[in-house]
T-cell receptor, first 116, second 113 residues
């Protein structure tokens, strides 16, 4: 069974600085998707960025980028120029691409605080 | 609708009572998922509906939990004889077919007292 591990329960960053959130996963599959979701106090999960495992190039969305290391099964999220609005819980998630199941498997989350 | 709607937003119930949580997915989204988020935990998969296929119930924690989806649209998650450990946020998500574009609702916070 696939698992997702986020080893940092809490992180803190100064406004305008850069922070990296860690995520590792375990799978025997070769094709899958990886996601980072943001959950603000409103509770709604918001997609930050996603990566297809077959793509070697790291995904980037404005200030958010990932470092995808397939062999190491690592998928970290880098937030550049941190803003107060980035403060939230961040979840890493995995989904198989095989089509046997479409469910997302989540890590336990990292609570990010942004200091002014 | 424009997004995934869940009701109620918050629910307090007494131990032993039954509760129903509702999810109204995005129109046209054939896939619907229920997750449970307990304090300090990630999201735990409960159940998945895809079109007219038999649902994937592999995540339901006990036979007190059940869910149905009527007409391929609205879904109801029912918890019978609630226990204190059922206290959590219950999140619903929908997607178009087997696609990876998931839209989540804002969840229902269930508190069992």
């Amino acid at each position: 069974a696939q698992t997702v591990t986020q080893s940092q329960p809490e992180m803190s960053v100064q406004e305008a600085e850069t922070v990296t959130l860690s995520c590792t996963y375990d799978t025997s599959e070769s094709d899958y998707y990886l996601f980072w979701y943001k959950q603000p106090p409103s509770r709604q999960m918001i997609l930050v960025i996603r990566q297809e495992a077959y793509k070697q190039q790291n995904a980037t969305e404005n200030r958010f980028s990932v470092n995808f290391q397939k062999a190491a099964k690592s998928f970290s999220l880098k937030i550049s120029d941190s803003q107060l609005g980035d403060a939230a819980m961040y979840f890493c998630a995995y989904r198989s691409a095989s089509g046997a199941t479409n469910k997302l498997i989540f890590g336990t989350g990292t609570l990010l605080a942004v200091q002014p | 609708g424009a997004g995934v709607s869940q009701s109620p937003s918050n629910k307090v119930t007494e131990k032993g009572k039954d509760v129903e949580l509702r999810c109204d997915p995005i129109s046209g989204h054939t896939a619907l998922y229920w997750y449970r988020q307990s304090l300090g935990q990630g999201l735990e998969f409960l159940i998945y509906f895809q079109g007219n296929s038999a649902p994937d119930k592999s995540g339901l924690p006990s036979d007190r939990f059940s869910a149905e989806r009527t007409g391929g649209s609205v879904s109801t998650l029912t918890i019978q004889r609630t226990q204190q450990e059922d206290s959590a946020v219950y999140l619903c998500a929908s997607s178009l077919g087997g696609g990876i574009g998931y839209t989540f609702g804002s969840g229902t916070r269930l508190t069992v007292v």
